[in-house]
């Protein structure tokens, strides 16, 4: 497929969009878009350079790199894994998950990058992927309960569908997770996680834990694992592999960023699920890993900054507008309405510009992540870590100022 008009906007997120084609209706592009968003908003009024170009180059990199067997042989003498028990890692190299990525490499819905002019706008870097049915939740009020109900998958000769969940894996309990509340209310709740002692604030656990949230309601809702089993609609051997193959990618996202001196704390995977009826009349079943690995999906720190668009965070709730949103979500609640509605009403109804500092760190964060991750100079002119992080230091202190 050569020609751009073959492409149409099949969907306009706010810091992503996807297109497909009426002459290949097996694949999908996603275009990452230098908008973003904070506070669940949507998209903010100003874009960040090189956003979209770099994500789409990094998660390149990680499908490319998770999809060969020789980097999981070689992931068993990482020196940055020795950090975890011991007995944990034994267990994880032997078990049979590992041994087919050993095998076979991680599969994924990742099919390359190209380029492509879309709307008369110069060529853009698109990543293509298979394309997955996204089946979304049926929203019911009973008895003053809001409850989402989940389809069940049509029986097809070849089905590609997302599984609704966010799979959430942590290597420790930074300062602002919301891990810190769940073990706060249930004492046992570290011991469901499987870690043997209850987790310290700033420090590493034994081993690497899971939680799932859900990823096609309107605000991310932290789940059960009785609850998500359910929620995937899979076997449990399915979910089990799911489970598995999460830790497995965790550990070996963990090594590489540590091999690029950054710390990588937690993050989340999505996973689509693929389907075929064989000759024999039998069903076969693969998950592959989907959507993007980037450092929207995860939390890297580097010296004691986290590289992420926290900093944007930090400096929009010094202003009255980030407020009115929190109280607005929060009063939606009992309301039961939409809380962009009740922001409409108050009087910092809309987030304001960033200011030039703020806007200057922002227009370097991505390409510098993806130049140190990738290794060579991907986005050109961008500032080392080091320098980036004395812009962040210098903007820090302005904001609490």
């Not at 009426?22 to 904070?38: E, G, I, K, L």
């Not at 979910?239 to 590489?256: G, N, P, S, Y």
Request: hydrophobic share 40%; with cysteine; proline share 4%.
């Amino acid at each position: 497929m050569d020609r751009a008009e073959e492409l149409l906007l099949n969907y306009e997120g706010s810091v992503k969009n996807v297109y497909r084609s009426h002459v290949d209706p097996h694949h999908m592009w996603f275009q990452f878009t230098d908008d973003y968003s904070v506070f669940d908003w949507g998209k903010m009024p100003d874009q960040i350079a090189n956003k979209g170009e770099s994500l789409a180059k990094i998660g390149a990199y990680f499908f490319e790199q998770l999809g060969t067997p020789a980097f999981w042989h070689e992931l068993k003498k990482s020196s940055h894994l020795k950090k975890f028990d011991r007995e944990f890692l034994t267990g994880r190299f032997r078990n049979s998950v590992y041994e087919e990525l050993e095998k076979s490499g991680l599969a994924s819905h990742f099919m390359g990058l190209v380029k492509r002019s879309l709307g008369g706008k110069e060529d853009q870097v698109l990543m293509k992927v298979l394309a997955a049915e996204v089946l979304h939740p049926t929203k019911k009020t009973i008895d003053g309960q809001t409850i989402y109900f989940y389809e069940t998958p049509k029986e097809k000769e070849r089905t590609l569908r997302l599984i609704p969940l966010e799979v959430v894996f942590r290597f420790g309990m930074g300062k602002g997770s919301s891990l810190i509340q769940r073990i706060q209310e249930n004492p046992d709740y570290a011991a469901i996680l499987g870690l043997k002692e209850k987790p310290v604030p700033d420090s590493w656990f034994a081993r690497p834990v899971i939680e799932f949230f859900t990823k096609l309601e309107p605000k991310d809702r932290h789940l059960s694992w009785q609850e998500a089993a359910l929620m995937a609609g899979l076997s449990g051997e399915l979910f089990e592999k799911l489970v598995e193959t999460a830790i497995d990618c965790a550990l070996a996202l963990h090594h590489e960023f540590a091999e690029k001196g950054l710390e990588l704390w937690d993050g989340k995977f999505e996973f689509v699920l693929l389907t075929e009826k064989l000759p024999t009349g039998e069903t076969r079943s693969k998950l592959l890993l989907a959507d993007a690995i980037g450092p929207d999906e995860l939390r890297l720190v580097y010296g004691d900054k986290q590289l992420s668009k926290e900093f944007i965070r930090q400096y929009y709730r010094t202003q009255p507008w980030s407020q009115v949103v929190m109280k607005a979500q929060k009063d939606a609640v009992t309301q039961g309405v939409d809380w962009k509605e009740l922001c409409k009403k108050e009087t910092y109804a809309e987030p304001e510009p960033l200011p030039k500092t703020v806007k200057y760190i922002a227009d370097h964060l991505y390409g510098t992540i993806a130049n140190r991750i990738i290794g060579k100079e991907i986005i050109k002119d961008q500032l080392s870590l080091d320098q980036l992080l004395i812009a962040l230091d210098d903007m820090l202190l302005e904001v609490k100022r």
